[in-house]
């Protein structure tokens, strides 16, 4: 029997990587409402709060804009553009002899912590989601650490039992069993905000394994694509293109991993293919595997355990403060407390409610779910028919060939959200065109009076035009299309003046606006 865990800690800091999406903002605060009672008995000490929304932050926002820091995955990115950090950023870190707890910190905040010497638990939610309740995955700087985690590890053997279970519920969901052909693959769609496709301050996108995507695939019979119900189902569109076949759907992804005819499982970096694994299929992620050690989410000096119930023990954190010691790993689940169902207490937080609702059959909660982007099943064949106009509302056509920028379509037409927008028409569905007419609707008015538009086709640049407040809208302009293209035309347009109704003070929109679509129609000789 030894001891185990931090010799000395001088305090507990809860450290929030606060300028993520708002669904991390919950969940560290939920992380904290869970673990700071448990922290405060074994230690006597309660934990130091230390998030964007205290005071102590808010007064240096203005700072880190100034120094026009990257906000795309962590402001700790400071830490790989400038040679030292300003002293007001130090005195707000954490000091050596504090031990960070932390939700998704990003692993450049983990450097740094482990360069300083901080020891750090970094709390995720596990990859495998269809157990009877929540686990959590945790990761470390510190073998003292981690001696504790390993001993209070969960052992995922029992995942192999319960997807059996999963499958046997998904008996008949897909009525048409022949759609599915024997030896097929499965492509597993992501949002843009998941800090897993997050690399180099960019979000690495479907587009850039289109070749990888066409080798691995090969030898399958065919390719279902499944965008994740929150987005970038227009990614699926530009793989679909590049692809040549396959049909973008809109099954349960676990009735699909369920069939028998789904033996190949592709993903950037999904927690789905960590699943698959558990369904007895061939797993491909193409960017890694999501919580490995060195990829977007954990520290290549970390390592990795799955905990379940433990992490509410008082007994799991005075062996982590090195206050008991360290129990055999039989003895753990007899710790002295009552466990909650984690799963019902951190529904609608973690993105866990995104869990298809197969396991909802079986666990009655209530979730927050936002609703999911309306997306329509798409085969190839149905990119190559002939079109005489793309229509943007939401009764239109414009979903088989909108990829980047553009927002869900409404009555009138589409927004585009950002400073750039892609278009891309197979030539096929083209009849010897002379131009395209474009009807848009500009984001202007007397805080904005001026829209400029760059557009290119095929990388080749067409034309450049301004849209000002004094301009008729609709505004209609003209495109003429190269006569000679291969398999598709790829249309870019750079709007470099897009503004939110947020950043002119006009309201709490903070979608960034500067060109709308309402059609598009193809004038033919």
């Known amino acids: 029997m030894m001891r185990a865990g931090l010799p000395k800690s001088n305090q507990v800091v809860f450290l929030g990587d606060f300028l993520r999406s708002p669904h991390i903002h919950f969940a560290f605060r939920v992380l904290y409402r869970l673990l700071s009672n448990p922290i405060a008995l074994a230690t006597g000490t309660m934990p130091k709060f230390f998030y964007s929304l205290t005071s102590d932050f808010n007064s240096h926002v203005k700072k880190l804009e100034e120094l026009e820091i990257s906000t795309t995955q962590s402001w700790i990115q400071l830490q790989e553009e400038t040679v030292e950090l300003p002293q007001w950023v ?70 192999y039992d319960y997807a059996n279970v999963l499958r046997a519920l998904c008996i008949g969901d897909i009525a048409d069993q022949s759609f599915i052909q024997p030896e097929s693959a499965m ?39 499944c965008p994740h119900p929150l987005g970038m189902a227009d990614q699926m569109i530009y793989l679909l293109h590049n692809l040549g076949r ?12 369920s069939h028998e005819n789904i033996k190949l499982v592709l993903t950037l970096s999904s927690s789905l293919g960590v699943e698959a694994r558990y369904f007895n299929k061939d797993v491909h992620f193409l960017l890694g595997e ?31 403060f090195g206050l ?36 909802r059959r079986k666990v009655s909660v209530h979730s927050t779910v936002v609703p999911p982007r309306p997306w329509k099943q798409i085969n190839y064949n149905d990119l190559r028919k002939q079109v005489t106009t793309i229509d943007f509302r939401s009764s239109g056509n414009s979903f088989l060939y909108t990829c980047d920028g553009f927002r869900t379509a409404e009555d009138w037409g589409t927004w585009v959200d950002g400073c750039c927008a892609e278009l891309i028409i197979p030539s096929e569905a083209i009849y010897q065109p002379a131009f395209i007419q474009f009807k848009l609707q500009a984001y202007v008015n007397s805080l904005l009076p001026q829209q400029y538009i760059k557009v ?66 193809f004038i033919y000789r």
């Open 90 to 159: 130090h005195s707000l870190l954490p000091s050596e002899g504090d031990l960070v707890i932390g939700f998704e910190i990003a692993p450049s905040m983990c450097r740094w912590l482990s360069k300083h010497g901080i020891p750090y638990m970094n709390f995720f939610v596990h990859p495998v989601r269809f157990l009877p309740d929540l686990l959590i995955a945790v990761s470390t700087n510190n073998d003292a650490i981690s001696n504790v985690l390993h001993q209070w590890s969960f052992q995922l053997d029992c995942a």
């Open 187 to 225: 492509f597993v769609g992501q949002t843009s905000n998941d800090a897993s496709v997050i690399q180099a301050g960019r979000t690495v996108k479907v587009r850039d394994y289109c070749t990888r995507i066409q080798e691995l695939t090969a030898q399958c019979s065919d390719i279902l694509m």
């Open 246 to 257: 396959g049909t973008i759907i809109n099954y349960n992804s676990y009735s699909l991993l």
């Open 290 to 320: 999501p919580l490995r050690p060195g990829g977007s989410l954990v520290a290549s000096d970390a390592k990795v355990y799955p905990l379940g119930h433990s992490i509410l023990s008082v007994d799991f954190w005075k062996q982590i």
């Open 324 to 359: 008991s010691r360290l129990m055999s790993k039989g003895n753990c689940a007899n710790s002295e407390f009552k466990a909650p169902n984690l799963f019902r207490s951190l529904f609608g937080a973690w993105a866990y409610d995104q869990l298809d609702p197969i396991l």
């Open 456 to 521: 290119t086709v095929n990388n080749q640049a067409i034309t450049e035009f301004p849209i000002s407040s004094s301009d008729n809208q609709p505004f209609l302009i003209n495109l003429a299309l190269p006569e000679q293209c291969d398999n598709f035309y790829l249309l870019q347009f750079e709007i470099p003046n897009a503004k939110s109704p947020q950043e002119l003070g006009l309201s709490e929109d903070t979608r960034k606006l500067g060109l709308g679509f309402i059609e598009a129609a």
